[in-house]
């Protein structure tokens, strides 16, 4: 067979992979509603943005900068929601950007793999990410996570390119990726970092001054030009609910890198005896072809994640599984040369199928919705839970509420839910939320992430001793700030208060700081009617 001929086939396999790919990234992509992270992703929209800025008489712009300052993620990502809900909608539709770039990055991996490793072995590596059950949850979810992980790998692939041309296009090309995967997620500065371990083998050396220099520009622009990033890192460090993580962390990092979130716990073992076999076979193997790029095909993936690890241990908890997905496709690509390096045909292709259907049987269980394990996914993935629908119970909400009402959320997912209905509908509504709509709380109980998600952290601070264990609410002004007064149940003019809460999980019990709220309403109101969906809550209070 003539190399045009291994070319064109390797084409058609390479098309049908993409193909496949597509089928299982759109599968389901809209059965459930945003979540909480997404409902934020949702309030970066251009209709939310436009809204919110006419109905309280701010402008556009400062609306959006305002918004990011308050939320670390993305700077770039929120950039890009804003413009792509400008011609092709919001809410739902947002998931489309995560779509595109998870695809483009199988083509990117494709290009990455071919640096390093033969034809076969790069198809390999893209049949696997095409499959991986992590890269397709983040593909239909309306967050930065697939948009990181195609900048930062793009910006290692103008690397390798430089390093080995040392052409000005390469530089320039890794310049201009590592500025945009860095305003992705701050996390990618620990991949650029690992660029520098190339410098330890004697022939790049001579790409010093270009790398170093580069690297500047890229700090430059990214981070020290960057305006937001002061006060994201205070929202951090003050208010964020992670914790240091325990060296029990990289095994489950591991483990969703392997599978994703979905697959039981027998097949989380499984899969992790098949892909470190192969990962350290692909790695023994390729040692002895290259030592040098094995060194650094290998640090990309370790180095950023023991690093992350170490500066959440000791100056920032940051480490969380899904920012590290910029990492896995170095894991990855080692898989897949262990796959390659195969010298039996007939083992070859087990162990392929093999690890097609770990994939397979993982994705069964996303697709239907189920997270696993139980007893443990709240801490090992990182507070991810089932996908939900609750958008039926806020419409019914909009649809019963009369003049007179109050609606009152207990946390902050219904607070958001409700606030980015009634925004991005307020032209079609006969109401304005700074009139009707509050979030109720006990400022003893409130957590510190709420607090300065909702920046009333200072409004809670001057709160005196003797009143932090009184309820209250806040209220929007009629500046879009949000004002905190104790809240009488007794006094309160209002007729009848709609009470919303959630859970995290589907159809588990609320938390205690809303269990004492309704229980406070309930000593002036009596209950009317109540509604739940999904861990979503809806109780209807009349005045007594």
């Known amino acids: 067979m003539n190399q045009k001929s291994i070319l064109s086939k390797a084409v058609v396999i390479i098309l049908i992979i993409i193909c496949f790919s597509l089928f299982l990234r759109t ?24 809204n919110y800025s006419q109905m309280f008489g701010v402008s556009p712009v400062s609306v959006l900068i305002d918004k990011i300052k308050a939320d670390p993620p993305s700077s770039l990502y929120y950039l890009t929601i804003n413009f792509y809900s400008k011609l092709f909608g919001d809410g739902k539709s947002l998931r489309i950007v995560s779509l595109l770039f998870s695809m483009l990055t199988l083509y990117l991996i494709y290009l990455v793999s071919r640096l390093f490793f033969s034809q076969r072995a790069s198809i390999y590596a893209v049949l696997i990410m095409a499959i991986n059950p992590f890269h397709i949850w983040y593909a239909q979810e309306a967050r930065v996570y697939s948009m990181a992980c195609f900048f930062s790998l793009l910006m290692v692939y103008f690397f390798i390119k430089g390093i080995r041309s040392d052409k000005k296009s390469f530089w320039l090309g890794f310049v201009f990726a590592g500025i945009l995967a860095v305003y992705s997620s701050y996390h990618a500065g620990f991949l650029l970092v690992a660029t520098l371990i190339a410098l330890f083998f004697k022939k790049n050396r001579k790409h010093s001054v270009k790398l170093v220099f580069s690297i500047i520009i890229i700090v430059l622009f990214s981070i020290v030009l960057n305006p937001a990033l002061k006060t994201q890192i205070g929202f951090v460090k003050s208010s964020f609910w992670l914790q240091p993580p325990k060296m029990i962390m990289l095994v489950y990092t591991l483990m969703v890198f392997t599978l994703g979130y979905s697959a039981s716990l027998v097949q989380h073992i499984i899969g992790m005896l098949v892909y470190v076999v192969l990962f350290v076979y692909g790695i023994n193997v390729f040692l002895k072809v290259d030592k040098e790029d094995t060194i650094l095909l290998f640090s990309f993936f370790i180095f950023p994640i023991i690093a992350v690890f170490a500066f959440s241990k000791t100056i920032l908890p940051v480490y969380l599984n899904r920012q590290m997905i910029m990492f896995s496709p170095f894991y990855y690509l080692l898989v897949a040369k262990g796959i390659d390096s195969i010298k039996k045909r007939d083992l070859r292709l087990i162990s392929l199928v093999i690890v097609i259907l770990l994939g397979l049987f993982s994705l ?17 993935w990182g507070n991810v839970h089932e996908k939900k629908n609750y958008s039926e119970l806020v419409e019914y909400v909009v649809e019963q509420y009369k003049e007179g009402d109050m609606v009152a959320a207990t946390d902050l997912e219904s607070y958001n839910l409700f606030l980015l209905y009634v ?4 032209k079609e509504l006969d109401f304005h939320p700074s009139g009707m709509f509050r979030y109720v709380f006990y400022p003893k109980y409130v957590e510190p992430f709420t607090s300065r998600f909702l920046q009333i952290d200072e409004h809670i601070n001057e709160l005196s001793l003797d009143v932090v264990e009184d309820l209250h609410d806040c209220s929007l002004t009629n500046t879009g700030s949000l004002s905190v007064r104790k809240f009488n149940s007794n006094k309160t003019p209002f007729k009848r208060i709609w009470l919303l809460s959630s859970s995290t999980i589907k159809a588990s019990s609320i938390s205690n700081s809303s269990v004492l709220v309704r229980n406070k309403i309930a000593e002036s109101f009596y209950g009317l009617s109540s509604k739940e969906k999904d861990g979503f809550y809806v109780d209807l209070f009349v005045k007594k």
């Open 423 to 426: 925004v991005k509908n307020y």
């Open 364 to 380: 069964r269980n996303f697709y239907k919705g189920k997270v696993y394990p139980e007893d443990i996914k709240a801490y090992c």
């Open 27 to 50: 599968m389901n992509i809209f059965k459930y509603d945003l979540w909480m992270d997404e409902v934020v992703s949702d309030t970066f929209s251009d209709r939310f943005v436009s």
